[in-house]
């Protein structure tokens, strides 16, 4: 009777959380709920399946984040962001999410399982894909969908970048540093991107546009060669020559595993209310993978430091 007792004692011992909070996510947003659940000596770990920073380190400044007069780096400020949470003690590992169990806030990764009373979710989101034929066959030869990762495979060449928003004329400025030319594809008349990054566009001589014009094919036997594009006024299809593609026409939630677990909108972002909870209690979600209605870092920071605290709240009442 006896050693049964212990055997169900260490059992119990065995099924108590590791951690109290678990966020599954290296980006701007997860970096900054760890950096809150850490000054609340909360003891965190942080799983990241690619790099400590996300999609923020495929564009290479960031100008509108507060305090940065002149605009900083993106590996620089991740790796303060980094560096910071590190000396609280926060525990970041490489490692990618298989699976989450919502119910006992039990995860499994590649390395094993990790259990924690909360979990915050900043898993972010990916590149939505144009689905025209050539696109996944030369993907990685010629068409592309980070201009800091490939830019400088493209010097004096002619590329296109397809898109309106401020990450095309982001993008589109940084390809003149290499390019020969770059046409901006664009499937309106007028772009979305703010008017001060429209004025650099027009007083940029290696820029030209293309509007309300679609990608119909991208072509080419190894590597792209050219795009079959189709002007929707003119209702014409024509081909022109280019050697690369950079495709920025929005972001896909980074939420496949969590669909039938947590309630998602029609897209698959996961939707939260104000203290970041989601349908889960003990679940909750910041940055890109949210639904809401403005997509910045600088949002994805707020809503880390909303999630980290009401994690915190949640694990003390609990």
Do not use: W
Not at 23 to 32: D, H, K, Q, S, V
Not at 37 to 50: I, Q
Not at 55 to 71: A, D, S, Y
Request: a neutral charge; one cysteine or more.
């Amino acid at each position: 009777m006896l050693d049964l007792r212990k055997s169900a004692l260490k059992l119990f011992i065995s099924m108590l959380p590791i951690y109290d909070v678990i966020i599954i996510g290296a980006g701007p947003a997860g970096l900054t709920a760890a950096l809150y659940a850490g000054r609340s000596r909360l003891k965190t770990l942080v799983l990241e399946k690619m790099a400590i920073g996300g999609r923020i380190l495929f564009t290479e400044t960031i100008e509108n984040f507060p305090g940065f007069v002149n605009g900083i780096s993106t590996q620089d400020l991740m790796k303060h962001m980094e560096e910071q949470v590190k000396n609280l003690g926060v525990n970041i590992e490489l490692e990618e999410v298989l699976e989450l169990d919502c119910q006992v806030k039990s995860i499994k990764t590649g390395a094993g399982t990790h259990s924690a009373c909360a979990v915050i979710i900043a898993t972010g989101s990916h590149p939505k894909k144009l689905g025209c034929p050539g696109e996944e066959r030369l993907t990685g030869r010629g068409v592309s969908y980070c201009a800091t990762c490939d830019g400088p495979l493209f010097k004096d060449k002619n590329v296109v970048v397809v898109g309106g928003g401020n990450a095309v004329a982001e993008e589109a400025l940084y390809l003149t540093r290499f390019a020969k030319s770059v046409t901006i594809i664009h499937r309106r008349d007028e772009l979305r991107a703010s008017e001060i990054m429209q004025e650099r566009l027009r007083e940029n001589k290696k820029i030209n546009f293309r509007l309300s014009s679609v990608i119909e094919e991208i072509l080419g036997a190894q590597k792209v060669q050219s795009l079959k594009i189709k002007d929707l006024r003119a209702q014409r299809e024509q081909t022109i020559d280019c050697d690369g593609i950079f495709i920025y026409i929005g972001n896909e939630p980074s939420t496949s595993f969590f669909r039938d677990k947590l309630k998602l909108d029609e897209a698959g972002f996961i939707i939260t209310d104000e203290a970041m909870a989601t349908s889960c209690e003990g679940i909750f979600a910041c940055g890109d993978c949210r639904k809401k209605s403005l997509y910045q870092v600088i949002t994805a920071c707020a809503e880390g430091a909303v999630a980290a605290d009401s994690a915190y709240k949640y694990i003390v009442r609990t």
